[in-house]
């Protein structure tokens, strides 16, 4: 992070530190939501943020925490200017701290701009609506909640399940593209996650050979809490020149936000500001509003930013604030299952509280294929059939179901081992229709009541195979 | 301006204090700082005026200027509304985008511009209906503007104003320009008004006529009256936005306010690029010819999130008062309470529940209240209408939360959505054991579409209820408890939800189904229940009811073309009664 402006005053003024803040006294001239610079007593430089003025007195949030700092030797200097970052295409390929500081032992970028981190937001006349289908590979993806660019799509994980390598597949086949698409460049902000994690993500980009692509912010589980507020901001803030200045496709990851929310609730404990639900801020679904609302695609404009959002929900709690408000402002979410998990799924994506959104903007006929949204209707109505009569199963037996139910029943265990389970290997959107079409071919045209009988006529007559009335016919004779 | 400037002494995010404003009245106006961002004063406190402010705070000052521009905030009210997009405090939002002349150079909303609402240099063609000499009091029709190819603009005198005409200026004329002159006063066709203040009329009405949506579930299970007052609330991906926007598409209203109040940027654009390509349901023309966009989203300020509402609100009622039934939808009516909330906390106040500030019920009270069917201003025998549709974002859809209890006291109508119907794709999520309606309009559909209309909607919501509590009863002990006629219940209470209730938005046919559709299709449901039943009883084995294959074409009703419904569904009643009585 860099800021331009000349430093002109300079306070030794701390009236006391708290959590992340440092309260100042006696100042003038300061700039709500300016950017300054704390230097401790040692003489070592911090960045933080003026969170509020009020007549003489000055709260600021100190990026890099407070330890070692005092009242008396402190000094805080203004910057006149909000938080800003170096932004140019030498970010390809390179890695940064959390504040956007080259952390590869590299030296500085040329920075074509300066642009302020915060980002401004987009005017909704503006946008163009996210309609390409971006192929990720993953069946439960690509063929029930169809991503697109332009989109913004958590993945709702919890501790110990596998959301870091769904996001690396994705980043990884996204970043190759299509035959006639365009792929990604990648960037990718690691908010308080492991060095273990941080660098599987980095092993598998490598391997895919897309780092040259890549621009990596890290702020890892050791670095410290508060810069994470930043990191999110500062990777957006290079992805949004990246899309729109030099029109490139973009897919941000974020990884782990829920890190991100602890930080937020941190800072405002240390306000005593009124909490809401459990502890975290009032004002958090306006802040992640703020980091999600960057995606998006602009009219006229080349570039995208897709965002790929991870977080841990706590205690594989969905209704947790984090999932909850991420939920309410995202388009749509990918939630893992441990029950899958546990069986060996992979990905152990639970489709039934998926959702993609904007999926319907991005398949059919000129997009995908004109079955897609037949197909995707008809295996959700038979899954959750399926699983609602496990529950049943589970009670009262299998011998009390109907022959109807106990194919849907079938059903459903097929679905998870065929289709959801795919081991890391990639399929075209093709192969995972077709996959989706074997699954469906026990059922009878009147069973499959999401799918146009047309649509099945025309399917069972290209395929060769007799109309399933007949086929029964056959089997009773 | 009035007075001499103020200073700030305090900045906290969208709230900021400044003293030395001695003139400035509650909600008042104010420019704040170099770039003269847009206050409003929302608390006077000895000196200290607290003001909310309508955009990005960065870079203020203590000290920093601190104008009372002496109104409060208004929104501008003319021809021009219809088919634009406006942000919280009626800022068109296609302008602010446009730079050297590329209509999205400025993709992103800077702060301090200023653009009047309504557009100044168009010209509208002034056809009075007035003479001079006329005598005219607030309300008085005075001239007609054709605002779009099929809504007429009624010009009507403001609601503090009387007098004799003395001159008419008929013709082209751009807003502004005096068009009509009371007692030698010009008036031209553009009024203001206080967003925070509900406009006046000549009284209510009863609400006696339902708003007609298109929407099974709603027109046949819940319907909401013209004037009436709607809630939804749903967890996130319950079908809110998709229902909001349905209703803008489909609902029988002349006009749509759609208020996208902290939401999704991507949601407005949707409407905004498919909107100008779909027709009016009524009148053929294009549907944004009907429609008013107020976005701002959850990335636009709060402050500005905070006044959305009201602009709204102001600009429904104005085409109320021209005697048009307008329908005005908020998504999401949470996000506008965070917003209260949010200001509150810093100013500190004493929170009620879960945050919000005390005053939560009383600021909902009124929104809610400013929707109804009335007797407009000006004689003539004109009546207008506004129809709230309000959606809630309850946290972790728990419904016990104060926007949606608060909310659920104040509406007539209560589309519970429910997130287990949404996981399973049941759409529209509205759960029919949950939701209900206050409003007694069944008279109406008997008198207009069939006599035994709500007879029939009370068997299925009877037959609904039904079927849940047998339902708690097989998840005990199993389907084999139950008796063959309880089979039934279960065989046609699957139909009424998979056949009936659920309608996908996205399908070209079923999106909209008309009543007489509706009515035909809820009469083949309950044919199929009585004639199966007697079979039933005379002793035919319930399974092979269920494997009647006639049923399938029960389950594709929803395909059928609309002029259509009626002849099909006599066709289908014969086969029917047929295979019925050939088991
Ligand atoms: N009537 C419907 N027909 C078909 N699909 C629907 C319908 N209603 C909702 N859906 C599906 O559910 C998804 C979520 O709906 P929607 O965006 O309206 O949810 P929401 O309640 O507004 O959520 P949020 O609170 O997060 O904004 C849609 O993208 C669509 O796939
Ligand atoms: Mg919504």
């Known amino acids: 992070m860099t800021s331009r402006a000349l430093r002109v005053i300079e306070f030794q003024t701390v009236e006391y530190v708290s959590g992340p803040l440092v309260f100042l006294e006696g100042v003038h001239g300061v700039q ?288 947790h604030p984090i999932p909850d408000l991420t939920g309410y402002i995202t388009e749509g979410q990918i939630v893992l299952s441990r029950e899958l998990h546990r069986k060996g799924i992979d990905p152990p994506i639970d489709v039934l509280p998926s959702l993609s959104r904007l999926m319907n903007a991005g398949i059919g006929a000129d997009k995908t294929r004109f079955d897609h949204r037949q197909v995707a209707d008809q295996l959700y109505a038979f899954y959750a059939e399926g699983r609602d009569l496990r529950r049943l199963v589970a009670i009262i037996g299998e011998a009390a179901l109907s022959e109807h139910d106990r194919r849907s029943l079938a059903f459903a265990d097929d679905f998870e081992r065929r289709f959801i389970h795919q081991g890391g290997a990639g399929r075209s959107l093709e192969e995972t229709l077709e996959l989706a079409w074997s699954l469906l071919d026990q059922f009878t045209t009147a069973d499959l009541k999401r799918i146009h009988p047309e649509t099945i006529a025309a399917r069972r007559r290209g395929k060769d195979v007799p109309p399933p009335d007949q086929q029964a016919d056959d089997d009773g004779s | 301006m009035s007075g001499a400037p103020g200073r700030l002494v305090r900045i906290a995010g969208p709230v900021v204090v400044a003293t030395g404003l001695d003139e400035a009245r509650l909600y008042n106006l104010v420019r704040v700082g170099r770039d003269r961002l847009i206050g409003e004063v929302i608390r006077l406190d000895g000196d200290e005026a607290v003001i909310q402010v309508y955009e990005e705070t960065s870079g203020l000052q203590v000290g920093s200027a601190v104008e009372d521009t002496g109104a409060p905030l208004q929104v501008e009210l003319g021809p021009g509304l219809l088919g634009q997009v406006f942000d919280g405090i009626q800022r068109p939002l296609p302008p602010l985008a446009v730079k050297n002349g590329e209509p999205f150079g400025e993709p992103f909303i800077r702060r301090g511009v200023q653009i ?279 946290p972790g859809a728990d419904f016990s939360e104060p926007v949606t209890q608060y909310s659920m006291r104040l509406a007539g109508v209560f589309w519970a959505l429910d997130t287990d119907l949404a996981r399973r794709r049941h759409f529209p999520a509205i759960h029919w054991t949950r939701s209900f309606t206050l409003y007694d309009i069944g008279a109406w559909f008997d008198h207009n579409v069939a006599m035994d209309w709500e007879e029939r909607r009370r068997w299925a919501l009877e037959l609904l209820h039904r079927e849940e509590q047998l339902q708690s009863v097989v998840q005990l002990m199993g389907a084999d408890v139950l008796a063959p006629s309880e089979q039934l219940v279960f065989l046609v209470g699957r139909m009424l939800r998979e056949d009936f209730l659920q309608q996908s938005a996205f399908d070209d046919v079923d999106a909209f189904c008309s009543l007489e559709k509706q009515y035909e299709m809820l009469r083949i449901i309950s044919l199929v229940y009585e004639t199966t039943r007697r079979a039933v009883r005379d002793g035919v084995d319930p399974e092979a009811v269920m494997a009647l294959a006639v049923l399938a074409d029960v389950a594709r009703m929803r395909d059928w073309p609309p002029d259509e419904a009626a002849e099909r569904s006599r066709e289908l009643e014969t086969r029917i009664i047929e295979d019925v009585e050939a088991l």
């Not at chain 1, 870091?164 to 990718?188: K, M, N, T, Y």
């Not at chain 2, 509900?198 to 004037?227: E, K, S």
């Not at chain 2, 500190?348 to 009383?362: K, Q, V």
């Open chain 1, 32 to 319: 709500y939501d300016e950017t300054v610079e704390i230097v401790a007593p040692g003489g070592e430089v911090r960045r933080g943020q003026v969170l509020e003025v009020d007549r003489s007195r000055a709260v600021i949030e100190v990026f890099a925490g407070t330890r070692g700092l005092d009242v008396a030797a402190t000094r805080v200097r203004l910057g006149g200017d909000a938080a800003r970052l170096g932004v140019g295409v030498g970010m390809l390929g390179r890695m940064f701290d959390g504040s956007g500081n080259a952390a590869d032992g590299g030296p500085p970028i040329l920075p074509e701009a300066f642009w302020e981190v915060a980002g401004l937001a987009m005017n909704p006349a503006a946008r163009e609506h996210p309609a390409e289908f971006i192929e990720t590979g993953v069946s439960a993806i690509d063929g029930l909640n169809t991503l697109v660019r332009g989109q913004k799509l958590p993945i709702f994980s919890g501790f110990g399940l596998p959301a870091a390598q769904l996001s690396a597949q994705v980043a990884a086949r996204a970043s190759v593209g299509g035959s006639d698409r365009e792929g990604f460049v990648v960037v990718f902000a690691a908010l308080g996650i492991t060095h273990r994690e941080a660098s599987f993500f980095r092993r598998f980009i490598e391997d895919s050979g897309a780092l040259g692509r890549t621009v990596m912010f890290l702020n890892l589980a050791d670095d410290p809490t508060i810069e994470r507020l930043l990191t999110p901001r500062v990777a957006l803030t290079a992805a949004e020149f990246l899309a729109f200045e030099k029109g490139l496709h973009v897919l941000v990851i974020l990884t782990d936000m829920t890190n991100y929310c602890e930080a937020l609730r941190e800072v405002s404990t240390a306000r005593e500001e009124i909490p809401g639900r459990r502890g975290y801020p009032g004002y958090m679904y306006t802040d992640l509003a703020s980091i999600y609302e960057r995606a998006g695609r602009i009219r006229d404009h080349d570039g995208s930013i897709t965002q790929l959002v991870i977080l841990s929900m706590p205690d594989d709690d969905i209704t």
């Open chain 2, 116 to 394: 009047s609402a309504l557009p100044r240099d168009r010209l509208w063609d002034f056809v009075p209906t007035v003479t001079v000499g006329d005598i005219v009091e607030p309300g008085t029709l005075l001239g007609t503007v054709k605002e779009t190819a099929t809504l007429e603009h009624r010009i009507l005198v403001p609601s503090r104003m009387r007098g004799t005409v003395t001159r008419i200026q008929a013709g082209e004329a751009p807003v502004e320009q005096p068009v009509v002159w009371l007692d030698d006063r010009p008036l031209s066709m553009m009024r203001r008004w206080p967003v925070r203040e509900p406009r006046p009329t000549a009284g209510r009405l009863d609400p006696d006529a339902p708003l007609i949506t298109g929407q099974r579930v709603i027109d046949t299970l819940f319907p909401v009256a013209l004037g009436g007052t709607t809630t939804i609330p749903g967890g996130f991906g319950t079908g809110k936005t998709v229902q909001e926007q349905s209703l803008a598409r489909w609902a029988a209203a002349d006009v749509i306010v759609y208020i996208g109040c902290g939401e999704r940027g991507n949601e407005l654009t949707d409407v905004l690029r498919e909107f100008p390509e779909l027709s009016d349901p009524r009148t053929g023309g294009p549907l944004m010819d009907r429609t008013i966009l107020i976005a701002n989203t959850s990335n636009m300020p709060v402050a500005a999130r905070e006044a959305s509402i009201y602009t709204g609100m102001t600009i429904a009622e104005y085409y109320r008062d021209q005697g048009y039934d307008v329908l005005l939808l908020a998504d999401s009516t949470s996000r506008w309470a965070e917003a209260l909330r949010e200001v509150s906390g810093r100013l500190e106040e004493m929170p009620g529940e879960e945050g919000f500030p005390a005053y939560l019920p009383s600021r909902l009270a009124e929104f809610y209240e400013r929707a109804g069917a009335v007797r407009c201003l000006g004689g003539g025998g004109r009546e207008g209408s506004v129809t709230v549709v309000g959606a809630v974002s309850p």
